[in-house]
């Protein structure tokens, strides 16, 4: 045991010597932190996460109709701007989005006139229908508003009609609660720190840890330790050893940080959580010694080790909510290493289903660490 403590020892400090290897443990988690928590702030919770979305609504005279649509738009969460024709300068964007009615709006309500409505956007294909069913809903509420008031109202529908209308209290109210336990998506900072936490330290253990490998097989240092009194299982587990330090690094610093700086709640299972953390860095290690085994170079560890830990995030949904996605990657997710360890974490601290929830992925973890590694061992060659 003493000769294992002491590769992996000096392994974990030749690593952490490393100017790449801290700015990947140390200043990127944040980053990517704050970034994909902030992008994936709208999977859940609210109606477009808590942020306005910008609409110009062109309208020649639109009359006192206006107040009303921009109020069901506001509660919509859209901001919109009201312009009577779209003039674009030499050099500008057209807007995204246009909210287009015909002229004179409110004296063709209240002529019993047909109203054309058009809208436009440039929304991606994610949150373009999303944007339609918002922009749906407003204009139905104002729709109903208009029939509401004007039967309630005088012989002429008017905007102290509307007025009365919106300060009225409302008879029927709806409250919708999850039935059972917890069912929202996870969002924003929930879905982003335990997903970068799975990516970063596979991505950190196959590069940095797999890389090193190589390097010193090239530079002959595994042909030094062969011929010390060390033998190969303990060169071997030396080196996973040092690879797990840099995983526990890795994990303890985006545990502190996720929680004293972006607030991050781990729910109640905290402990739980941390095991199975604990299982996916020993995993990252096996799979780290494992390209390291395999790579004839550096280039080809960190190569492989780049394209293999951004396929598998974004396969295992550490990217955004593996649940807003088709159902063949919900179904894939169950077959991949970052699907196992990312399910397990939303099961703990998203749903909140309890610590027993997580034991299959937990118990698939250690199995696929334990398979990984004695690969790793059969093709671990000191040149």
Request: aromatic share 8%; net charge negative; charged share 15%.
């Amino acid at each position: 045991m003493r000769q294992i403590l002491f590769v992996a020892w000096n392994d974990a400090k030749f690593q952490l010597r490393q100017g790449s290897t801290l700015l990947w443990v140390l200043v990127m988690p944040p980053i990517f932190f704050y970034f994909i928590g902030t992008v994936t702030g709208g999977f859940a919770g609210g109606v477009s996460g808590g942020l306005a979305t910008p609409v110009v609504v062109v309208a020649e005279s639109p009359g006192f109709l206006r107040e009303q649509i921009g109020l069901r738009l506001t509660e919509n969460d859209f901001a919109p701007e009201w312009v009577t024709e779209i003039v674009v300068a030499e050099g500008e964007e057209p807007p995204r989005r246009t909210l287009s009615f015909t002229s004179n709006l409110s004296d063709q309500v209240i002529a019993g006139e047909q109203v054309t409505v058009s809208f436009e956007t440039k929304a991606s294909a994610l949150s373009r229908d999303f944007e339609i069913i918002r922009i749906q809903r407003s204009l139905y509420t104002v729709l109903a508003d208009i029939v509401v008031a004007d039967a309630e109202g005088g012989s002429t529908l008017s905007a102290a009609d509307l007025v009365a209308l919106n300060a009225a209290p409302r008879i029927w109210q709806l409250e919708v609660s999850a039935a059972g336990q917890r069912q929202e998506i996870p969002s924003g900072f929930e879905q982003a720190i335990p997903g970068i936490l799975v990516m970063f330290t596979l991505l950190v253990l196959l590069t940095s840890g797999g890389s090193l490998l190589v390097q010193e097989r090239k530079q002959g240092l595994l042909r030094r330790l062969a011929s010390t009194p060390i033998s190969r299982i303990e060169v071997v587990s030396g080196k996973w050893g040092g690879r797990m330090v840099l995983a526990a690094i890795q994990v303890t610093v985006a545990l502190g940080i996720g929680t004293l700086l972006f607030k991050m709640n781990w729910g109640p299972d905290l402990v739980m959580v941390i095991v199975i953390l604990a299982a996916w860095a020993g995993f990252c290690a096996s799979a780290g010694l494992l390209v390291g085994s395999i790579a004839n170079t550096e280039g080809q560890a960190a190569g492989l080790g780049v394209l293999a830990a951004n396929v598998l995030a974004a396969l295992g949904g550490c990217w955004w909510p593996i649940e807003v996605t088709p159902a063949w990657m919900q179904t894939l997710q169950n077959f991949i290493p970052t699907g196992w360890a990312m399910d397990a974490l939303h099961k703990l601290i998203s749903f909140q289903s309890g610590a027993a929830s997580a034991l299959p992925q937990l118990a698939i973890l250690v199995g696929a660490t334990v398979l990984v590694a004695a690969l790793a061992v059969n093709r671990f060659q000191y040149d």
